[in-house]
């Protein structure tokens, strides 16, 4: 029955220990964390019962995350304090619980009400900030922006230029570039930080990325 339920929403960080991690390989993370701190776990029916757990976005790999959600279903109340010194102590280095609470059992889904991304890539590079900065209005002004990438085995070709809402750069120092973009990411399309420094010509330099935000309906 669902009044037996209820629903708690985390706010975790995946740091540069688990970057390269699968988002499938953090869902299992994420389970057996829920297993061994013996939380009071809802489960979906049928032949292969799992936990009921719902990441709001799957991270690219080789992306950190520093204001990710989750919402998991107990059949047991419990507090977001109770919750969070549960769980605390059995996350592997690199996941970091920030914050926890209940949430309406019949709210919509976390992937249903998201809609734009943001993040951030330090690049380091020699070139001067003026020409990055100059590729990025070429790039914004552009109509459209042909592109292809793989999904599941199979090569896609999109548009990239509707899924980029903004986008900055500036120096950081010497030989560093900070990008900060925010992307479309929503039921209707996605848009990938990657593909984004590559469509500007700095895929190649070393650099890293950051999620630093989701930007859901409800927030409005």
């Known amino acids: 029955m669902t009044d ?7 706010k975790f960080a995946k740091g540069e220990p688990l970057k390269y991690l699968s988002h499938l390989d953090l869902s299992r993370t994420w389970e057996r964390a829920f297993r061994r701190a013996g939380l009071p776990l809802a489960y979906s029916q049928g032949f292969n019962p799992r936990p009921r757990f719902q990441i709001a976005a799957g991270l690219p790999v080789g992306v950190t995350g520093q204001a990710e959600l989750l919402d ?8 977001p304090a109770g919750l969070i010194s ?36 330090v690049v380091r590079s020699l070139e001067p900030v003026e020409a990055i900065q100059a590729r990025v209005q070429r790039l914004l002004a552009a109509p459209t922006l042909p592109r292809r990438r793989q999904h599941k085995g199979r090569w896609q070709s999109y548009d990239l230029r509707p899924l980029i809402l903004e986008v900055t750069v ?29 469509a500007l010509g700095l895929s190649l330099a070393p650099h890293t990325i950051a999620r630093t935000c989701l930007h859901f309906e409800f927030d409005r």
């Open 4 to 10: 037996d339920l209820y629903r708690m929403r985390i």
């Open 86 to 121: 549960r769980l605390r102590p059995v996350l592997p280095p690199g996941l970091d619980l920030l914050a926890a609470e209940e949430v309406a059992l019949r709210a919509p889904s976390l992937q249903s009400q998201l809609r734009a991304a943001d993040y951030r890539a």
């Open 170 to 198: 500036k120096a950081a120092g010497e030989g560093e570039q900070v990008v900060e973009m925010r992307l479309q990411a929503s039921p209707q399309g996605a848009g990938r930080p990657d593909e984004l420094l590559d």
């Open 72 to 79: 998991v279903w107990l059949n047991r109340p419990l507090s």
